[in-house]
């Protein structure tokens, strides 16, 4: 069984930058895709960045283009997450997410296997 556990969050301040990990343990080899996504206080929860290991091919959000880099290490089994310029609309529970083959890398309902998630704050 495949498990998720993500680190790394906390509270910052705006502009400052923080690095997410998601370690997956268990029998990871058939999982293609792993993603981050977020979810603030009332909102739906979004998609953030994802790594398809077929074809090495990374997406991000609009909003985060040019400040998140998404990398992942095979050999570990880990996806980071590197977050430069935080903004306040950056605050929200961050969640690693996997899947074994994805077309649609934005759609949440897609993965089903997610960490726990971690906690991201950015005051102003």
């Known amino acids: 069984q495949v498990q998720l556990v993500e680190s790394g969050g906390g509270l910052v301040q705006a502009g400052d930058s923080l690095t997410l990990s998601c370690a997956a343990s268990?029998?990871?080899?058939?999982?293609?895709?792993m993603a981050w996504f977020r979810q603030a206080p009332g909102k739906e929860r979004d998609f953030v960045a994802a790594?398809?290991?077929?074809?090495?091919?990374?997406y991000y959000r609009d909003s985060v283009k040019g400040r998140f880099t998404v990398s992942r290490d095979n050999a570990k089994n880990t996806l980071d997450l590197q977050m430069n310029n935080l903004k306040p609309e950056d605050t929200a529970v961050y969640y690693c997410?996997?899947?074994?083959?994805?077309?649609?890398?934005?759609?949440?309902?897609?993965?089903?296997?997610w960490g726990q998630g971690t906690q991201v704050t950015v005051s102003s």
């Open positions: 997410a996997s899947s074994g083959a994805v077309k649609n890398v934005v759609d949440a309902s897609k993965y089903d296997l």
């Open positions: 268990g029998r990871t080899f058939s999982r293609d895709v």
């Open positions: 790594y398809k290991w077929i074809g090495r091919s990374i």
